[in-house]
């Protein structure tokens, strides 16, 4: 029987990569996590034993995963709950996600993260396409607390060194464009997300960035968009914010809404 306290690995998919997924906590132990280093995707990884350093957990509900979805899970959720944070188990834990076949993030390739959990990422500046479909998919799926920043071109590279920071869309780095791919594809691949939503996605910006609209029949429409916001924002944190409602609402069409026309069908009065 489900617990009060408790959501189904199937209602938390339906969650994961949206503006309301609630915080994941991974709180396996290490030898269940060596055995199976992979995240639920936009989960982090955290120590059972209170208190945590460096995580916000006060800012949206939590949801807490373990192996099994057993005492662990259960009694750190708890915990939670008396510090007046709203603390789910997910049903079944890690397990149950991977057992379903439900995406499953590979963090071999992350950057090291800093001692507030946060993984750091460097491109060039005045993002247009890619260097903004990159920062959402790292903050949706993969790192809900990523930094970001935006340089000059010849500074990415000095800059990624001195902050830690994985340069990213800029040339001969790992996280770049390969052949006709661009780096929001390899990032997928990389990353192990590739569902139909986001390769339907990844069609949309590939189109978009590499002036072949003819990939995708709404990649002349992001194209559009992205520009306007690259001439409605001088500053490249704040267009990357309004960039993220834009990808939010091309990723919900992407999964929840190709299916559904809309018409203005004229109707005469009838006498």
């Given at each position: ?248 609402a091309f990723y919900r069409w992407c999964r929840d809404a190709i299916d559904e026309a809309h018409n203005w069908p004229s109707q005469k009065a009838k006498g």
């Open positions: 029987m489900s617990s009060i306290n408790s959501i189904t690995p199937e209602k938390l998919s339906r969650l994961v990569g949206t503006p309301k997924s609630p915080r994941i906590l991974d709180v396996r132990v290490d030898e269940d996590y060596t055995a199976d280093p992979r995240l639920i995707p936009g989960s982090i990884r955290v120590n059972a034993s209170p208190p945590i350093n460096g995580v916000n957990l006060y800012d949206r509900p939590v949801v807490v995963v373990c192996h099994r979805g057993a005492r662990i899970s259960h009694g750190f959720a708890a915990y939670l709950r008396d510090e007046h944070v709203q603390a789910d188990v997910m049903e079944g834990g890690f397990a149950a996600w991977r057992d379903a076949k439900l995406p499953l993030l590979v963090t071999g390739k992350l950057p090291k993260r800093d001692d507030r959990n946060r993984t750091h990422w460097v491109t060039r500046e005045r993002p247009k396409v890619d260097r903004i479909a990159c920062p959402w998919l790292i903050k949706r799926f993969v790192d809900p607390h990523a930094v970001f920043m935006f340089v000059k071109p010849s500074e990415v590279i000095a800059v990624g060194e001195r902050y830690g920071a994985a340069p990213f869309d800029v040339e001969d780095v790992f996280w770049g464009h390969r052949g006709e791919l661009c780096t929001f594809d390899v990032m997928l691949e990389e990353f192990g997300l590739q569902t139909e939503p986001l390769r339907r996605l990844a069609a949309m910006v590939r189109g978009a960035d590499t002036a072949r609209l003819d990939l995708s029949p709404q990649a002349a429409g992001l194209l559009a968009a992205s520009l306007g916001l690259s001439r409605m924002y001088p500053d490249d944190l704040e267009q990357l914010d309004a960039g993220m409602l834009l990808y939010d």
